[in-house]
């Protein structure tokens, strides 16, 4: 049987607010902070790695809620412009579409912000909001926001399980915990059903634990271990991975970076463009690394993600791979 997407995301979807640069802390009292711009555009790592993904040249779908309020309709209306389909974004008639405001420091990389977000929908959505059908209609299956949806995440299991089993390839971006927990035993079921694992550095080091030293190499080989090929970002020092038997790294992209909202869900599109596409592990990372740098060009998440080409024309050289 055909698959009907190349990709089908689970998570989340809201509209962002970037505003920045900041050349001090958030001040309370009642002060008010001018900065040099504010965007309006479309936020959650879901949404960011399926319109980036989509960018790229795939066919992809996003499953997750929104509400029945003005954010929900941008949000949806954002999406469809993108080329990504919505038919299993569901509307939730009472609760509210998440809304994230991020506030951009003023470091010569763009890379520090603060990010205040109001969950909404996030905290009902659930294995009920995933077709069945869709699971067993993609090439690829993605879960983000692994921390953000307290009813989905022990539902993943199964849920990746399911696609396995009717072909699809699996991944996980979880984010942030906002608690600082880690939920070691949610992530001990999930972890032998994903194919792939997308930290950043800092949430390698935290999901792995203590064992790794803070080092994000060893922490992917510690990751690497329970199951899935660990790929870390590590921001404009480029990348690495673990197949749990060979590490291999790729340098960074050199950009001037506007902001680094979304960076790491635009590389995740890109690992997911390029493992689609038959590319070896090198190569994902290296086409994966120029889809989050370049995305970095414009303020938000989605304005500057890249075409394949512009990607494949960017993307850097591996910097080692050991054995």
Not at 70 to 99: I, K, N, Y
Not at 117 to 128: F, K, M, N
């Amino acid at each position: 049987m055909p698959h009907s997407f190349d990709l089908v995301v689970l998570g989340d979807a809201n509209p962002d607010v970037v505003v920045g640069p900041l050349a001090g802390p958030l001040a309370f009292g009642q002060r008010e902070q001018l900065v040099g711009s504010g965007t309006l555009t479309l936020g959650g790592s879901a949404a960011i790695t399926a319109c980036g993904a989509a960018r790229l040249g795939l066919s992809v779908a996003l499953a997750g809620r929104v509400g029945d309020d003005a954010a929900g309709r941008f949000v949806r209306e954002a999406l469809t412009e993108r080329g990504v389909d919505t038919s299993a974004l569901r509307t939730d008639p009472e609760l509210p579409t998440p809304l994230t405001v991020a506030v951009t420091g003023s470091g010569d990389s763009g890379a520090d912000r603060a990010i205040l977000t109001s969950p909404g929908v996030l905290a009902a959505t659930g294995s009920r909001d995933i077709p069945p059908g869709l699971l067993t209609a993609a090439r690829h299956v993605h879960a983000a926001s692994y921390f953000l949806l307290p009813q989905l995440a022990p539902a993943l299991p199964a849920l990746l399980r399911t696609a396995r089993r009717h072909g699809a390839t699996t991944s996980l971006d979880t984010n942030d915990d906002p608690a600082g927990r880690w939920d070691p035993e949610g992530l001990a079921a999930l972890l032998p059903v994903t194919d792939f694992l997308l930290p950043n550095a800092a949430e390698a080091v935290a999901l792995a634990g203590p064992g790794s030293g803070g080092s994000p190499a060893a922490a992917a080989a510690l990751l690497a271990a329970r199951g899935p090929v660990t790929v870390v970002k590590n921001g404009a020092e480029g990348a690495l991975a673990h197949d749990g038997h060979t590490p291999v790294q790729v340098r960074g992209v050199p950009v001037t970076p506007r902001d680094t909202v979304g960076a790491g869900d635009s590389f995740d599109a890109g690992f997911i463009a390029a493992h689609l596409a038959g590319l070896p592990l090198a190569a994902a990372l290296e086409l994966a690394a120029a889809c989050g740098a370049l995305s970095t060009r414009a303020h938000g998440g989605t304005p500057s993600q890249p075409t394949w080409q512009e990607a494949a024309d960017h993307a850097a050289a591996p910097a080692a791979t050991t054995d």
